[in-house]
T-cell receptor, first 111, second 116 residues
Framework: KQEVTQIPAALSVPEGENLVLNCSFTDSAIYNLQWFRQDPGKGLTSLLLIQSSQREQTSGRLNASLDKSSGRSTLYIAASQPGDSATYLCAVVFGNEKLTFGTGTRLTIIP | ETGVTQSPTHLIKTRGQQVTLRCSSQSGHNTVSWYQQALGQGPQFIFQYYREEENGRGNFPPRFSGLQFPNYSSELNVNALELDDSALYLC???????????????FGPGTRLTVT
């Protein structure tokens, strides 16, 4: 069964710190991996998309890496800000062309 | 802004009733997917439509059905509502290019359905 796991479920860090969110998946035959942000009660905002042939993508203070052989991706957030507080979801497109989501990491940045 | 809109934003229904949720995709996007997100969980794939044909289905019963229209809008219909159908329903549109085998999905804000 193709599964996506995110650990930890919740994370609190002081403002200004750098942090890493983790995502693991069970099948290395992926098309791409996408990181999303979700604010409470809201829809999903796409942050970064990594194609299967890529190792990383960067956007501003965000950097996402992909290691297919180990079935892992990380989302690195530099110089965290209170506005970064949200739930971060990792989603993978496996061979069936559909997004399979993890359960998310709820991030709280403490001012 | 993703260019994907959903209506209504909130909805309250009674168990046993039927509901129709609507989504308007980005212009030119030929694929729409629907997801159900229960509280505290990641979204679960319901089904996908590609050029108005169903193109895959998740582990949801037949009382969940959909339609995609030529104008890039789509519907999710749920019959015989159950209490466990209470969730945030998300639609996502994308431009599926079979030659590249990869695509990015753009999500709408969701419809919050409460079944009492």
């Amino acid at each position: 069964k193709q599964e996506v796991t995110q650990i930890p479920a919740a994370l609190s860090v002081p403002e200004g710190e750098n942090l890493v969110l983790n995502c693991s998946f069970t099948d290395s035959a992926i098309y791409n991996l996408q990181w999303f942000r979700q604010d409470p009660g809201k829809g999903l905002t796409s942050l970064l998309l990594i194609q299967s042939s890529q190792r990383e993508q960067t956007s501003g203070r965000l950097n996402a890496s992909l290691d297919k052989s180990s079935g892992r991706s990380t989302l690195y957030i530099a110089a965290s800000q209170p506005g970064d507080s949200a739930t971060y979801l990792c989603a993978v497109v496996f061979g069936n062309e559909k997004l399979t989501f993890g359960t998310g990491t709820r991030l709280t940045i403490i001012p | 802004e993703t260019g994907v809109t959903q209506s209504p934003t909130h909805l309250i229904k009674t168990r046993g009733q039927q509901v129709t949720l609507r989504c308007s995709s980005q212009s030119g996007h030929n694929t729409v997917s629907w997801y159900q997100q229960a509280l505290g969980q990641g979204p679960q794939f319901i089904f996908q439509y590609y050029r108005e044909e169903e193109n895959g289905r998740g582990n949801f019963p037949p009382r969940f059905s959909g339609l995609q229209f030529p104008n890039y809008s789509s519907e999710l219909n749920v019959n015989a509502l159950e209490l466990d159908d209470s969730a945030l329903y998300l639609c996502a549109s994308s431009l599926w290019r079979r030659t590249s085998g990869s695509y990015e999905q753009y999500f709408g804000p969701g419809t919050r359905l409460t079944v009492t």
